[in-house]
């Protein structure tokens, strides 16, 4: 396996700033020299240009800069697997999702989708209360929301809802949960995953999601764990994934060998304590990377 790592300092799809840095607060932590540790071959091909918006001009969602910065990742995304590297996407805020997500389909990889969060960000800007567009892009890669963002897409792809794990979750604004309920995506909230376990849990989502696929994407969003062991995200909701658990998860999605590509976000260095949340996250992308302990 080879590895391209792509920074992301996008933070305009939330309300907190800091995740902009999350890329280097990743990079900082060692992130390449480890993976070349396991024995794995990485290129980091560099960050993907943000603009600045002063605090002033923050306005209507920032949707035309995010789409922007979404059509370069996704061209970044396409080019990586081209090159016959897995796509390792460090974000910046979760909208980045939706560029990672174009550029699978744009090089026509036909994958799964895992997506470990506290929030299931399937709000549309009609459901949501804060309007960021952090908490919308699973809808759009779902094919629903505003038309700027969809125009991100190929239309052309089959994603089928069935095809989408969430797990993790534990936090849903109202109009939200009602739109998740109509949807056939599969769900593990943080309740399931204590009465079933995490590996019950992560051996069913992997078999859902990767069924009729080539392999899975992993969109892994930092607040799906606990403050306690993650505390340097923006959107932070108590009773997340522990240590343990986010580990066996990886473990296990390691152990499948069906790992296609990945993205980790929300690291937000601002709020976080000396770096642990990004060398956390740089742990976890070990342990998925195949990293074990024997
Ligand atoms: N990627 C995230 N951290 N998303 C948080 C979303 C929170 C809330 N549901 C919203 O729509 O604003
Ligand atoms: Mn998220
Ligand atoms: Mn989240």
């Not at 024995?39 to 969602?61: K, L, S």
């Not at 109009?175 to 943080?190: H, P, Q, V």
Request: net charge negative; with cysteine; charged share 25%.
């Amino acid at each position: 396996m080879r590895v391209a790592v792509i920074g992301v300092p996008l933070d305009l799809g939330a309300n907190k700033r800091g995740v902009d840095m999350g890329p280097s607060a990743i990079r900082y932590a060692n992130l390449t020299t480890k993976i070349e540790g396991l024995g794995i071959e990485v290129e980091d091909y560099g960050d993907i240009e943000v603009p600045i918006i002063t605090n002033e001009r923050r306005n209507q969602h920032n949707i035309l800069e995010i789409r922007d910065v979404c059509i370069s990742l996704s061209r970044k995304v396409k080019k990586s697997l081209e090159d016959d590297k897995v796509p390792l996407v460090i974000g910046g805020d979760h909208s980045i999702a939706i560029g990672t997500f174009s550029g699978l389909v744009r090089a026509k990889k036909d994958f799964g989708l895992i997506w470990f969060d506290a929030h299931a960000d399937f709000n549309t800007l009609a459901t949501s209360h804060s309007g960021n567009v952090h908490g919308i892009p699973l809808a759009v890669i779902n094919q629903e929301g505003p038309t700027d963002l969809l125009s991100i897409m190929d239309n052309a792809y089959n994603l089928n809802e069935s095809n989408v794990a969430l797990i993790g979750i534990r936090d849903l604004d109202p109009l939200e949960r009602e739109r998740l309920k109509e949807t056939d995506i599969n769900i593990y909230t943080i309740s399931d995953i204590d009465r079933l376990g995490i590996e019950q849990v992560m051996k069913e989502a992997i078999q859902i999601t990767s069924q009729g696929k080539e392999g899975i994407h992993l969109s892994f969003d930092m607040d799906v764990l606990d403050p306690l062991v993650a505390p340097g995200v923006g959107t932070a909701v108590s009773g997340g994934l522990n240590y343990r658990e986010a580990h066996l998860a990886m473990e296990i999605l390691a152990e499948t060998d069906i790992l296609g590509s990945m993205e980790l976000v929300e690291v937000n260095p601002i709020l976080d304590e000396r770096n642990r949340t990004a060398e956390l996250a740089v742990e976890l992308i070990l342990s998925v990377l195949g990293k074990s302990i024997l």
